[in-house]
């Protein structure tokens, strides 16, 4: 056999177990499994806001999964297997699809255990919990959705920080949208439209991004679909899709979801599209999950956010983020914890990599559904020829030049006190 036959072969043998492992994941949609429904939503807003959300064991057991979870564990024991027996226990994409299986077979067991606690014990494996240190001795997610609360406090009474007023219709935005994604990626790549059947103002899909009907936009709001959805969610899609090996990098397990959420909301910054709102969503979403945690229940969390000032409905909707797929006494559903716990992650990544001078590996970040620790393994596949860089990328990471200037400074200045710092501008500031 020659080499290039021998290289086309083992080419293919990966795409087969990859293709496999894409089949296998396509009927898991977790966000649809553990979702409450609207009678659970309109009883709780007829009751005032005075009663548990009526859910419980029983009522996810009246929702079947749309799979046959036992079957589905299995099949993705046989892929990581096949793994194994086709390119042995040490390759490096192998590794991955294992791993991809792995996870995939936990999520699995997630949904079995709805309604119980153990959906959220096994939440925090995949999702990671509020209570975790990024380093030993350094603060945890809950102390830093604590710290950035302080620091929105500090500015909320502004009246120069006031959010934009909301003017621009869902048609509106779409055609703004739809004009600025096509300047990234061409006219035909991606689709906006509207949708009555979302319950956020948007949502990506594989090439589109849908908007709600009856929301409401302002220019602010836009630019931040822009590079949260388009330029990050459907960009690295896209990327995944192109891969002519590695198909798996289309599709994103929970390790990916941190850095999906990470990129996304590191470009809203970046990009100069994010604000103390948004930002202070974020923050209510990541104390929202400690308090479950520490054992609160719903009508604990959903009065944590009745005093931020927001209406009963919203109250609800933002509750019951941390606590589908559980008991509304139950532990939490972490997932929310990624855009905080994925920026800092993405944006300490970034930062050694511009320290060691290792710029190369920046933009590998948007070749698929990436996960942090597969980035070195991603390089030398890249060189290898499974996994083709990005096709789209945003252009704050085509140009390496001003994001790595910007590094350089904040590498610096993590160096200085901001004690001492406020100590001694306490008499100009």
Known sequence: MTRRKASEDYHQVIRALSDRIVAAQTPIRVLDAIKWDDGV??????????????????????????????????????????????????????????????????????????????????SQELYGAASDAFHAGDPTLA?????????LNNIANRGDLKDEAKTLTAPQAVEMLQARLAGVFGDETIRVFESDGIVADAAAGADYIKIRSDAL???????????HEGLVHVGTTLN??????????AKGPPSSTVTQEGLAIL????????????LRKLTNRTRAIHM???????????????????????????????????????????????YLKGFILIYNYI???????????????????????????????????????????????????????????????????????????????
């Open 41 to 122: 939503r309109q009883a709780f807003i007829q009751g005032k806001g005075r009663q548990m959300p009526a859910v419980d064991r029983a009522y996810y057991e009246g929702r079947p999964l749309a799979f046959d979870s036992a079957a589905k564990k299995l099949e993705f024991q046989n892929i990581e297997r096949d793994i194994t027996r086709q390119l042995g226990q040490f390759n490096p994409v192998g590794q991955i699809m294992r791993r991809m299986c792995k996870e995939y077979r936990m999520v699995i067991r997630m949904l079995e255990a709805r309604g119980t606690e153990d959906f959220g014990l096994i």
């Open 143 to 151: 102390d830093l959705g604590l710290m950035l609360s302080d620091y």
């Open 217 to 227: 936009f302002n220019e602010r709001d836009v630019r931040a679909l822009e590079v």
């Open 240 to 249: 995944g899709l192109s891969q002519p090996i590695c198909t798996f990098l």
């Open 267 to 278: 470009m809203e910054v970046i990009a100069f599209a994010s604000y103390p709102t948004r």
């Open 292 to 338: 479950a945690e520490e054992g609160a229940d719903f009508l604990q969390v959903y009065e944590f956010y009745r005093e931020q000032g927001f209406t009963l409905e919203d109250s609800y909707s933002n509750a019951s983020r941390a606590f589908r797929g559980s008991l509304p006494n139950g532990l939490p559903f972490t997932k929310d914890l990624s």
């Open 351 to 429: 930062q050694l990599a511009v320290r060691k001078g290792k710029l190369e590996q920046i933009p590998l970040l948007f070749c698929g559904k990436t996960t942090l620790e597969d980035m070195r393994t991603l390089r030398q596949l890249v060189d290898e020829g499974l996994v083709a860089p990005p096709k789209y990328l945003p252009p704050q990471f085509r140009d390496l030049n001003a994001l790595s200037a910007w590094m350089c400074f904040s590498n610096f200045l993590n160096h200085l006190s901001l004690d001492r710092i406020e100590a001694d501008y306490a008499n100009i500031l």
